[in-house]
Structure formats: C-alpha cells, structure tokens
C-alpha cells in the first residue's frame, strides 16, 4: 500500500469510528426540527462519505439535504442514513 493509500485508509477509520456521533447529532437536529442543521450536516457527510469509499452514505445523505430544504419528510431519507452510519460503527 502507498502512503496515499494508507493515510486514506487511515481516514476512512476515523470516519467510520464518527459515525455514532454523527448519528447522534442528526438525532438531536431531528428531534428539535432544525432542518438548517439537517442540510448542513448532511451536506458536509455528503462529501466526506464520497472521499473515502462511502458511496451509499453519501448518497443518503444528499437525499436527507435535499429533504431537509425543500421542507419535505425527512423521515425515510434519515432512517436509511441512520442505517447505514450503524454499520459503519466498529
């Protein structure tokens, strides 16, 4: 493995050990109904998910951004991306 490799490999870890917290944080944005957090956080997952091979999270996440600022139900789009970041969970 090269070392652009590993330092990817190495972030890609760092990002899935995140994922609880992010999970919890789009909870706490979700009970309280900010949907300005929503986008932004899932924006920012968005493309960090794509960065390190995380194609279904990233996607997941676009969709709950795009939900969140068309103020359309977000509760389909938040359940799957709530999935996916727990199977990231180590």
């Not at 938040?78 to 199977?87: G, N, Q, T």
Request: proline share 2%; no cysteine.
């Amino acid at each position: 493995m090269n070392p652009l490799d590993a330092k990817l490999a190495e972030l890609g870890a760092r990002f899935d050990a995140r994922a609880g917290d992010e999970r919890t944080s789009l909870a706490d944005a979700l009970a309280a109904g900010d949907r300005a957090a929503i986008a932004q956080q899932a924006h920012r997952l968005a493309g960090i998910a794509g960065m390190f091979g995380r194609e279904e999270v990233g996607t997941a996440a676009l969709d709950l951004e795009a939900a969140a600022e068309a103020g359309a139900d977000m509760a389909d789009a938040a359940a799957r991306l709530d999935r996916l970041l727990a199977s990231l969970q180590p």
